[in-house]
């Protein structure tokens, strides 16, 4: 009997403990949840204020940030969202890098921009008639000028000068403030330049490699006891080149240590910034150097420039077809107004064969006087 009881007990303990589960489940339920819904057990005012405090530690001062934050961040959320800014914080910074990168583009150094052919199909005569029209018009009138050899402003005289300088006060250098030229000249054209800017109180350098007179071959110590001196003219056996080295060395003041440098190099070496007036006779050797100054950005720091394009044959290191090489040089000379200068005059030079062509309408050489407009 009483094994039987003991049989009969047992089942009876388990389905009451089975019955209480529930509500012990229940229990442990509204404790854990109750405080989280509406209407649940009221908090204790310190337990406000610390819930207060949390929900203030989260609010950003940042709107961009905490617009991006969702209110369903699943776990390890903080983490994400930290990475999230990481990254958004770097697109900017990358963003920022590359706006920097095109500004500079724009204002300094760029790519020499091939210009359409003149016609539907390249054609001599169509691609000739271009470059002649573009180089024989001024695209700026000065009501003040200087003339060659002359330091004294005038009126535009009635007869074509070789050359002249945009004498506007907008365009020339303040009378309180350095003014340097330089001049690149191998035949003793630059007499009158050299007179103008040396009027003018500028520090002057001629450039000349077959110059006897040059103290020694570089600049060197020549230019310490120079440099400042209005009116007088510093000579330097030293020319141009185009050719930008693949390990540029960094040029001292002072110091290249060679006969051919590139005008950015050389004006590091003087010390200079800026060169207001810039004569260049560089014997058809032009349009390479050109194509340095543009892509380079060097002709941001020029304000007046003076050169003679000679068209009787390519040049140094051009080739192709004629219509291909005429229309390289439209191109340069489109590089030139997009760098911001102006032509101010064109004088015709003598002959009229262009690329072994005669042409009548056109000469071997002309010398053009360009303005800075956007120095």
Not at 115 to 143: D, G, H
Request: hydrophobic share 35%; with cysteine.
């Amino acid at each position: 009997m009483r094994t039987c009881a003991r049989w009969r007990g047992g089942p009876l303990r388990s389905r009451a403990l089975l019955l209480l589960i529930p509500p012990v489940l229940l229990a442990l339920q509204l404790l854990l949840v109750g405080p989280r819904l509406p209407g649940g057990v009221s908090r204790t005012e310190e337990e406000e204020e610390e819930q207060e405090e949390v929900a203030f530690s989260v609010i950003s001062i940042e709107p961009e940030r905490n617009q991006r934050r969702s209110p369903n961040r699943l776990p390890g959320g903080l983490q994400e969202e930290e990475e999230q800014e990481e990254e958004d914080d770097g697109q900017l910074a990358r963003a920022y890098e590359d706006e920097n990168e095109m500004h500079s583009r724009q204002v300094g150094p760029r790519a020499l921009e091939v210009q359409p052919w003149a016609a539907e199909e390249p054609s001599f005569t169509a691609e000739v008639n271009r470059i002649i029209t573009y180089i024989t018009r001024p695209q700026l009138n000065c009501s003040r000028i200087l003339s060659p050899g002359q330091a004294q402003t005038s009126q535009p005289p009635a007869g074509s000068p070789h050359w002249l300088l945009c004498a506007e006060d907008w365009l020339l250098p303040a009378a309180d403030r350095p003014c340097v030229a330089y001049s690149f000249s191998m035949d003793g054209g630059d007499a009158d330049f050299l007179k103008t800017v040396s009027g003018l109180g500028c520090e002057v350098h001629s450039f000349d490699p077959s110059s006897s007179n040059a103290s020694g071959g570089h600049l060197g110590n020549s230019l310490s006891g120079n440099h400042g001196d209005g009116g007088v003219v510093s000579r330097h056996k030293m020319w141009l080149e185009w050719r930008v080295p693949r390990k540029r060395k960094h040029k001292t003041r002072g110091n290249l240590g060679g006969v051919s440098q590139t005008l950015a190099d050389i004006m590091a070496a003087l010390g200079h910034h800026t060169v207001h007036f810039l004569y260049a006779d560089l014997l058809s050797a032009e349009w390479r150097v050109f194509q340095n100054w543009i892509e380079s950005g060097t002709l941001q720091s020029v304000h007046h420039l003076v050169a003679t394009v000679h068209l009787q044959w390519a040049g140094f290191e051009v080739g192709g077809t004629s219509e291909e090489v005429l229309r390289y040089w439209f191109s340069i000379l489109q590089g030139l107004q997009a760098s911001g200068l102006k032509l101010v005059h064109s004088s015709a030079g003598e002959g009229h064969r262009v690329l072994k062509q005669t042409v009548v309408n056109g000469h071997s050489s002309y010398t053009l006087s360009w303005a800075n407009t956007r120095r």
